[in-house]
């Protein structure tokens, strides 16, 4: 079983060709044992160079490397000691410059709106599509042609629990145009019966406790050129309520645009993994990837 996991593995990462490699794991061909350690340090101060870019990047930046079996059983234990790789990488590109955000895109706004704010407010998630990465609870509205329909995919649909459920898309920064062309979709939901009723059957799938009572939603982060007046470039009349992130990335707002109170917590704090963007200006960065391993 050992030798069967190794060969595996070898064959994986590239390394069936490597004479010193194959030498490591030649005893392991006789043993009985159930578990094994292997100090690669030797190996790697002597042939780190080498290696593909793939391994070169998984020993610089880890301590231990495990293989285990479809029980979640270590089975093989690669090890090794500290040493310094500092300019290990000399025919490599430049390393690319990160900074913090200074924009917030569409992603966010979806994070920010799942996360943050319907969780918050108690809402249950049905369906997150992100841009680019769209799942399997997709919207077929037009029910009856066949493969030629259109497939939908809505950034979050929700809903909060015996009251209503709620469609939202979201945009990365306002803008009137996009905001307004969102509006206009998302209200075919309410007036469409065909629209309609593709919601009601993504829930009969997919979550059968939501409301068939619809409520349209957009979020969108405001940088910060946006002013009150631009949301009177869009017709509000036409949504249920909007997610607003300010300039500042911060905090974010909540408007119910009628009578109706859709949320308890109207503003909060942003709360994001720590992320970053690819700096326009190049820098220095070698000593943040300086280490030992």
């Not at 649909?157 to 990365?172: C, M, R, T």
């Not at 910060?224 to 909007?242: A, C, E, N, P, R």
């Not at 859709?262 to 000593?287: D, H, M, R, W």
């Amino acid at each position: 079983m050992i030798t069967c996991i190794v060969y595996c593995f070898i064959l994986g990462s590239g390394l069936y060709n490597n004479k010193e490699f194959n030498k490591l794991v030649e005893p392991l061909k006789e043993s009985k044992r159930d578990v094994h350690e292997i100090d690669i340090s030797t190996f790697l101060s002597e042939n780190f160079n080498s290696l593909n870019k793939t391994l070169r990047t998984v020993f610089k930046f880890s301590k231990e490397f495990q293989i285990i079996d479809t029980k979640e059983d270590v089975r093989v234990r690669f090890i090794w000691k500290k040493f310094k790789i500092q300019n290990e990488f000399p025919t490599f590109p430049g390393i690319t410059p990160v900074q913090n955000r200074t924009l917030f895109d569409e992603d966010d706004v979806t994070y920010i709106s799942v996360h943050n704010v319907l969780k918050q407010n108690g809402y249950k998630i049905i369906a997150v599509s992100y841009p680019g990465a769209q799942g399997d609870r997709v919207v077929l509205a037009e029910a009856g042609t066949g493969r030629s329909q259109q497939r939908r995919y809505i950034d979050i649909i929700s809903y909060l629990p015996k009251s209503h459920s709620a469609l939202q898309e979201n945009k990365g920064k306002f803008s009137p145009t996009s905001i307004q062309a969102e509006i206009i979709e998302l209200s075919k939901y309410k007036k469409d019966k065909g629209y309609k009723k593709s919601i009601e059957n993504l829930f009969d799938r997919f979550d059968k406790q939501a409301p068939k009572v619809f409520k349209i939603g957009v979020g969108f982060w405001a940088n910060s050129k946006f002013t009150v007046k631009h949301i009177q470039q869009i017709t509000i009349d036409s949504l249920d309520y909007f997610i607003y992130i300010k300039a500042n990335q911060k905090d974010w707002i909540v408007f119910d645009t009628g009578k109706s109170k859709l949320f308890s917590t109207t503003t909060g704090k942003i709360v994001l993994p720590k992320v970053y963007e690819v700096s326009k200006f190049a820098s220095n960065q070698l000593g943040f990837f300086e280490t030992e391993i």
